[in-house]
């Protein structure tokens, strides 16, 4: 059964999506992960246990080699690809509540901003490491995040800012969910965005890359 759950974490680390996909050209014709999910189910292995010891694993390497720059986005996306094609077998576990997540994450870029690259990065990366993730998409404002709050109040929420000209929103959306959730945890993040700025506008959290987002709920959630 290990073995099952090493050769499930070496596809995800490695992008193998499927046994059709051509991507690793060295694992050609092999099953990938959405097959070798299925086969661990079948083998009577308890979805979290895929969760715990193949994918949470092999997701943290990727995070941990892109941080190196051992890797780079489309080798991240043939992982996170790879990813959830496994967790499509286990999801039908965790909406039954059979099976629990470590926890609820909200993630949305803020209005006015369109990019959705760094936002799905981290959205993926988190969902691999066992939470359940509520991504709102791009150009989300203050009120669809309250909302989504008011839904999940124990959420942590994720806010991404690619433009120096949409931050002065990300300020006003922590703004606001502080004012109504005073006890909420907001991580932030993107390509303009500082722990300087992070602190300046009382948000919880600043992370340069998704492996760093991932490491701080993990302490959360211990």
């Not at 870029?109 to 709102?136: F, R």
């Amino acid at each position: 059964m290990e073995n099952i759950l090493e050769k499930l974490a070496y596809c995800v680390e490695n992008g193998k999506i499927n046994k059709t996909s051509p991507y690793p050209p060295n694992m050609k014709d092999q099953d990938g992960a959405d097959e070798l999910a299925k086969k661990a189910l079948e083998a009577g292995i308890k979805p979290d246990e895929i969760l715990e010891n193949a994918l949470i694993i092999a997701m943290a390497k990727v995070g941990d080699k892109f941080t190196r720059k051992e890797i780079y986005v489309p080798q991240m996306l043939m992982a996170a690809k790879a990813m959830n094609s496994a967790m499509a077998h286990l999801k039908p576990f965790f909406q039954s509540g059979e099976t629990k997540r470590k926890g609820k994450f909200i993630i949305g870029t803020v209005s006015g901003d369109l990019h959705d690259i760094g936002k799905n990065l981290v959205a993926m990366m988190i969902e691999g490491g066992g939470w359940e993730v509520i991504d709102l998409g791009v150009d989300v404002g203050a009120d669809k995040f309250l909302h989504a709050l008011d839904e999940n109040p124990d959420a942590i929420v994720g806010l991404s800012a690619l433009l120096t000209t949409t931050m002065e929103n990300m300020k006003k959306i922590v703004a606001a969910i502080k004012e109504k959730y005073s006890a909420s945890k907001i991580l932030v993040g993107g390509a303009p965005v500082t722990v300087e700025y992070c602190k300046k506008i009382g948000a919880d959290f600043y992370s340069p890359d998704p492996q760093g987002a991932v490491n701080y709920l993990k302490q959360l959630a211990s």
